[in-house]
């Protein structure tokens, strides 16, 4: 249980940045800062290309939203960036970035510079030569056959957090988390949770909940069942699910079991 003290000021109970987005994909971003919103920090900081930014601001009156120079973030980007995430009590990076050239010389340049807890997913996996010291991996199993060329095996999830010293979720229909010393697993959760931009949520709530002073391991598991047992109570209720709905759903299941 994350608990809030009394006497805490707008900022105390977690700042999370969350760096994303590209022409095509707006989406992405949008949805990791909600869920980073609704775990309950008390700031999210959405650094975002600037032809989403009005679209972004329509989402949430909270977001504390910043722009890249261009559409694509690009090393031009990467100076401010890093001088912003110095108060931040976590970083996301990864939902929609794409795949530009210059965007992976930037986030090259950010997972080697960073030195606040940061959540890496989706495209920036790609780039992960040199990682924060506390580091989050999200790969689906496709992501992470390509990062490592394993088979997402839990022994092999676990050789490769121990390797790369980071906490590494594998996601699929059973969840795998690892780190060096510990190894877990998910089972919550349906099909139809496969839909676009649940991925991105997942990241965004893990950040939320590392800004929150949850260790990254217990950040994982706790991230993973929450949006799980969200979906599964939808699912009853619903035909289909957006990656929105479960967003709006994780204050219903938030603390009630850990």
């Not at 919103?37 to 999210?44: A, T």
């Not at 090259?108 to 989706?122: F, I, N, R, W």
């Not at 496969?194 to 939320?208: C, E, F, H």
């Not at 800004?211 to 217990?218: E, S, V």
Request: net charge neutral; charged share 20%.
């Amino acid at each position: 249980m994350i608990h809030r003290d009394p006497d805490s000021h707008k900022g105390d109970n977690g700042r999370v940045m969350v760096i994303g987005g590209s022409t095509l994909f707006h989406g992405a971003p949008i949805l990791a800062a909600l869920a980073a919103e609704y775990s309950g920090v008390d700031l999210v900081f959405p650094i975002i290309p600037p032809v989403h930014e009005q679209v972004a601001r329509g989402y949430s009156l909270n977001f504390i939203i910043q722009t890249f120079s261009e559409n694509t973030l690009t090393s031009k980007d990467v100076k401010g960036i890093l001088a912003l995430s110095q108060k931040m009590d976590a970083v996301v990076i990864g939902p929609g970035l794409g795949a530009d050239s210059r965007t992976k010389t930037a986030v090259k340049s950010l997972l080697a510079h960073l030195t606040v807890p940061t959540v890496v997913d989706a495209s920036a996996l790609l780039y992960t030569n040199s990682l924060p010291k506390t580091v989050v991996l999200t790969p689906h199993r496709g992501e992470f056959k390509n990062l490592t060329g394993d088979d997402p095996t839990p022994k092999n999830v676990q050789k490769w957090a121990k390797s790369m010293h980071a906490t590494i979720l594998v996601k699929g229909p059973e969840d795998i988390i690892a780190n060096k010393d510990e190894l877990a697993f998910n089972k919550t959760g349906n099909s139809l949770m496969t839909v676009g931009g649940t991925g991105d949520a997942l990241g965004g709530l893990i950040g939320g909940l590392i800004a929150q002073k949850m260790h990254p391991f217990d950040a994982c598991k706790y991230a993973t069942k929450l949006m799980g047992q969200a979906g599964d109570h939808l699912a009853q209720k619903k035909g289909s699910l957006r990656a929105i709905d479960i967003i709006e759903a994780i204050p219903e299941f938030l603390h009630k079991d850990k």
